[in-house]
């Protein structure tokens, strides 16, 4: 999914560029660089999404990385990136294959078959072993990576459509703490709902979606292995600022529980969490990540001060479960055809 905006470049970043390209370091090498960490971080989005899906506030156990981790977490905090309290950050791409390998069924739909998935890694590997290495690259070496991303568009889109495809819990159909808090408005805060349709001119929804390697949405929701939780509002008249809401669901177990944080707009955000994880937590979760966005809210006086790329740009820089712009929110049935990756290859019907 290319970048549309024609300032995709800020002034920083192109006087570094413009200062190494291709004096110091070739343009073939910089593409193959920026190839790779799309495909890397693709991979480690992906088995995050699916590790959360199924493994809910467990999930990092499966990581091996805690040393590295809490190395990093304790030393130069002010050098703090985005993802330093993400264990798969801290992993190289031979581990995060061997993840993949180990826990294979949550990735076949995502994908490509495993032996052609197979075949490729010791290619892609001396590939990262030149870059790691800051050598020259082979002149095939940037071809074989976008024809693996070309290969990789059509997973791609499966797990990321899943992600947008949402059910909304039927009232007779699920028993589920969850369900029964919000949905049937048993929990003693469930008037916020009302309230803040009311007050808040705000939109409000409870929606479920499931990964690919779950065959259909279980009756029970209550520790379900392969469902996520969104809880969404979408204000008329009131906008949210990323670091004010950030800041404002600071409770550590909060954050723990937390998928994901999608800031679609000033005006839209979305909380996500594993349905695998107690729906008691999830209940309190929410009642939570609720009252922090009303708090949070401020009303517009003048659209033409809400500043939507500036409301993105601050998404971005706070935490990797914050997402703005993030094809996890953009990919859809709808969006076809569409190109995930750029590389030449695209999805032209729903697979």
């Known amino acids: 999914m290319a970048h549309e905006a024609d300032n995709w470049l800020d002034p920083e970043s192109e006087l570094a560029l413009r200062s190494t390209v291709p004096e110091v370091m070739g343009g073939r090498s910089l593409a193959l660089y920026a190839r790779w ?71 076949q739909d995502s994908l490509i078959d495993l032996n052609a998935w197979n075949g490729r890694q010791d290619e892609l590997q001396k590939i990262r072993h030149r ?64 309230h803040a349709e009311t007050q808040y001119e705000a939109n409000i929804t409870f929606e479920v979606s499931k990964r690919p390697w779950l065959p259909e949405v279980p009756p029970e929701l209550d520790r379900a292995p392969g469902i996520l939780w969104h809880f969404g509002l979408m204000f008329r008249n009131r906008t949210i600022n990323p670091r004010r809401i950030w800041l404002e669901v600071d409770d550590p177990t909060f954050r723990t529980m937390l998928v994901h944080l999608s800031i679609y707009d000033p005006y839209h955000i979305e909380f996500t969490f594993s349905a695998a994880d107690d729906g008691r937590d999830i209940v309190n979760a929410i009642r939570y990540a609720f009252e922090a966005s009303l708090a949070s809210s401020r009303r517009v006086h003048d659209v033409k001060e809400v500043d939507y790329e500036g409301v993105s740009r601050a998404a971005r820089d706070l935490d990797f479960r ?16 569409i190109s995930i990756f750029g590389s030449g290859g695209s999805v032209i019907s729903s697979p």
């Open 131 to 194: 870059i790691m290495h800051l050598r020259k690259p082979h002149s095939d070496d940037l071809r074989r990576i976008e024809q693996t991303l070309r290969d990789l568009e059509r997973g791609a889109f499966t797990a990321l459509a899943a992600y947008t495809r949402r059910y909304t819990p039927a009232r007779d159909g699920h028993s589920d703490p969850v369900t029964d808090a919000w949905i049937h408005r048993k929990h003693p805060r469930a008037y916020l709902i009302q």
């Open 322 to 337: 914050v997402l703005s712009e993030s094809r996890w929110n953009i990919v859809s049935d709808s969006t076809i055809p």
């Open 37 to 107: 960490w799309q495909l890397e971080t693709w991979l480690r989005d992906l088995i995050y999404v699916e590790f959360r899906a199924a493994f809910g506030v467990q999930w990092s156990t499966h990581v091996d990385s805690t040393y590295r981790q809490s190395q990093d977490a304790n030393q130069l905090r002010h050098m703090h990136s985005p993802d330093v309290d993400n264990p798969l950050a801290y992993l190289d791409s031979k581990k995060l294959l061997d993840l993949i390998a180990t826990h294979w069924f949550k990735f």
